[in-house]
């Protein structure tokens, strides 16, 4: 998966989870689990690129000059 930024980023930290834990924290206090984290390589445009797997949520991590911005994603499992 290639991911693109209007403004290329200066680092890209990308974790991940199953999809299972979906809604299970929404009204606990216990702590989320830390994600495990996915190698993220740089494409020949230049974009950061991983490989998806499905039944996974995903949080971006993208740092710039100005700070810390987090997209975060879902991909189904099939």
Request: charged residues 25%.
């Amino acid at each position: 998966m290639e991911l693109q930024f209007d403004e290329k980023p200066e680092s890209v930290q990308l974790f991940s989870w199953n999809d299972s834990l979906l809604g299970q924290y929404r009204d606990s206090t216990e702590q989320i689990p830390e994600g495990t984290p996915v190698e993220v390589q740089e494409n020949e445009n230049g974009n950061p690129e991983f490989t998806a797997q499905p039944g996974c949520v995903y949080l971006v991590q993208g740092q710039w000059e100005n700070g810390t911005v987090d997209y975060g994603f879902r991909v189904p499992a099939e």
